[in-house]
């Protein structure tokens, strides 16, 4: 079977320069809108957002930053906290600092080691086994800083995660999973570098463009296993599998209803040229095992922000059972060449 029609690789972004620019101001500009509304509905005049010197959390930042100015309040009244664990690479440290510096929030670091050391020893975990324990301690550790400081500074958490990991489930049940508000929910992965590749190209934040660009170039990773001689050795790609296919079946999947069969047949044909079908296969059934057994995390996410056409909150245009099986779907996978 040919194709007589192209096919988006990344279906979330506008392949006209123009229009990608426009649609980035405009998501931009809808995130913010979202948290001011939220901020004057609290009476909120303080926000707390952690920076780890990712993707996600800077985009965050950038929105609490924009809101609070047409708000008429001071950014020292945001609250960016770095909390550095085990893994944090002085790379993402260091991009950290710069932009709470830069972007003149007030700054607070709080290292989580021996928090976390005291509370394997309160379980009795053995701290060089680096399992799942291991990771979701520290991610606990870290929401219960933002919570109980927001607290303490009558604020709101501003939650980071983005679509593609609501998707993929790529979070701990309550833990990074939840916030008070979140501005990035629906905006996938791809999406968001494009607008890092906008904010850059048009110098948006001229005082942090250098920065910014560092952030997009660093490996995505949580950061939670300890690397050796400061390299991140925990890449999420490597373990959930690429942002770009990720968002491709996502798209084709929620938006346009295909069957995994098609999406399969179309990504074979968009990726045949940087994915084997052997690689699209993995990532695929990856994908559907991820996206149905996290629904429980979904059936109880925080308000956010919905940007893009593409949804998975329970309270607005995606329904599914948190049991739903899936096997069905990966036997259809197997059985195609």
């Not at 279906?11 to 995130?31: A, G, V």
């Not at 009476?43 to 930042?61: F, H, R």
């Not at 948006?204 to 390299?231: A, F, M």
């Amino acid at each position: 079977t040919r194709l007589s029609r192209k096919i988006d690789p990344y279906p979330f972004i506008p392949h006209i320069e123009q229009l990608l620019n426009e649609r980035c101001e405009e998501i931009f500009n809808i995130q913010v809108s979202g948290l001011v509304k939220r901020l004057k509905h609290t009476n909120a005049k303080t926000a707390v957002v952690g920076i780890s010197g990712g993707l996600d959390s800077t985009l965050a930042l950038l929105v609490a930053v924009r809101a609070f100015d047409r708000l008429n309040l001071s950014r020292k009244q945001i609250q960016g906290i770095t909390m550095p664990g085990f893994g944090t690479t002085d790379r993402t440290y260091n991009n950290a600092l710069d932009l709470m510096y830069s972007l003149g929030v007030t700054i607070q670091e709080i290292g989580i080691e021996k928090a976390c050391l005291q509370h394997f020893k309160d379980i009795g975990h053995d701290v060089s086994v680096h399992d799942v324990t291991y990771e979701n301690v520290q991610a606990r550790e870290r929401t219960e800083i933002l919570m109980n400081k927001a607290n303490q500074i009558g604020g709101l958490v501003i939650g980071t995660g983005d679509l593609s990991e609501v998707a993929l489930g790529w979070s701990t049940y309550n833990v990074d999973h939840m916030s008070m508000y979140a501005v990035n929910c629906s905006i996938p992965k791809t999406l968001i570098r494009g607008m890092f590749t906008y904010f850059i190209k048009e110098k948006k934040y001229p005082e942090i463009t250098n920065v910014l660009q560092d952030v997009l170039d660093t490996p995505i990773s949580p950061e939670l296993i300890p690397g050796k001689n400061d390299t991140i050795i925990q890449e999420t790609e490597q373990i959930i599998g690429p942002y770009m296919l990720n968002d491709f079946f996502l798209y084709h999947f929620i938006t346009d209803y295909y069957s995994f069969s098609k999406i399969y047949f179309l990504a074979k044909i968009v990726f045949k040229d940087i994915y084997s079908s052997q690689e699209i296969k993995k990532w695929l059934k990856s994908f559907i095992k991820r996206f149905f057994s996290s629904q429980f995390k979904r059936s109880c996410i925080p308000d956010g922000v919905k940007v893009t056409n593409v949804s998975l909150s329970p309270r607005g245009d995606f329904r599914l059972p948190s049991d739903a099986s899936y096997q069905s779907f990966i036997d259809e996978i197997d059985s195609l060449d």
